[in-house]
């Protein structure tokens, strides 16, 4: 069913030909810990998903099982690149680039859905719960351990997890740096369904599919509108830039340009002024 989209050092990119990308990060001797590189190719291939008008909905997971029998989605930033002021790129240059990674996959006007099976932790964990919606393995581990290592994500990371799990769950999960199983991740909102781990992906691609049979732009509209509910200027930036996108599709827009173009007053008055 997938073809390899593109290749490259630390992740997988794939697509299938009825409209559905998976990107997998493939470092399972890290508990697929992420480096600087790692992240600069998610966002290259999530730029290419968002360029592809082809591709409804991303499916983005973690290699495994490793060698050792254990699965993660991800363990969170590399703790053995980190540097004084982030995590050290190959020129040695400090980088949180994650951080912009999450913006993407937030605004990618497309449905990201993360499959997790073993350890979604740490930097791993938030990458998990910026995405649309979370399929779990019935063996996922859920948890933030930054004040345990020396770090912590006050973006999306704080203010996003209060939103979906409460403000006193997720006081509690970042102050104690617990780990959560699946099944208390479902009771608390924080994933959508649990089912067993060989049955993860294709539960993925059945909720790809059921996805795909929707309307895209109700789809996009809909992603934007959840957005702007938290995002501040920048949530209605996109909410806003969607409403710009269906209006150019109008004749009403049309009008305003072929009218310009053509050197005379545009007629607005054929347009009425709707309820
Ligand atoms: C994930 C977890 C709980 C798994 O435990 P276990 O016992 O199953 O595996 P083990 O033995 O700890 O790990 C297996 C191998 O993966 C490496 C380990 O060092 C080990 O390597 P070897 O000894 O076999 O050579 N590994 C695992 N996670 C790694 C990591 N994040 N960086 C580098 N190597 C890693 C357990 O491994 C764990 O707790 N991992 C660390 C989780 C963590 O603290 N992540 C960073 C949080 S901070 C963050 O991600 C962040 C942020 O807060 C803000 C911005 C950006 C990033």
């Known amino acids: 069913m997938w073809h390899t989209a593109k290749t490259y050092e630390d992740i997988l990119y794939e697509k299938s030909e009825d409209g559905i990308a998976k990107i997998t990060i493939n470092r399972p001797h890290k508990r697929n810990a992420f480096r600087p590189k790692t992240i600069q190719e998610l966002i290259d291939a999530f730029s290419n998903v968002r360029e592809d008008p082809r591709i409804g909905v991303v499916l983005f997971t973690g290699a495994g099982p490793h060698t050792d029998g254990q699965y993660a989605f991800c363990s969170g930033g590399d703790q053995s690149v980190r540097g004084e002021a982030g995590y050290l790129d190959e020129a040695g240059i400090p980088r949180l680039n994650v951080l912009d990674l999450q913006r993407l996959i937030r605004s990618l006007p497309k449905v990201v859905i993360a499959l997790v099976a073993g350890y979604a932790i740490g930097g791993g964990h938030v990458l998990h719960l910026i995405c649309d919606l979370t399929i779990a393995a019935d063996n996922a581990i859920f948890g933030q351990t ?67 049979q929707k309307s895209p732009l109700a789809i996009r509209c809909l992603k934007a509108a959840f957005n702007a509910d938290c995002d501040g200027q920048a949530g209605l930036q996109e909410l806003a830039g969607d409403a710009t996108l269906l209006f150019y599709m109008t004749e009403e827009a049309a009008e305003g340009k072929r009218a310009f173009l053509e050197k005379r007053p545009p007629n607005f008055r054929q347009f009425p002024w709707l309820p």
């Open 146 to 212: 930054g004040p345990k290592v020396g770090s912590f994500d006050g973006g999306f990371g704080a203010s996003y997890l209060a939103r979906v799990v409460g403000q006193k769950k997720a006081r509690e999960i970042w102050f104690l740096c617990r780990q959560y199983t699946a099944a208390q991740a479902l009771e608390m909102g924080l994933v959508n369904a649990v089912v067993p781990v060989e049955e993860l992906e294709a539960e993925g691609i059945r909720w790809a599919q059921e996805i795909l």
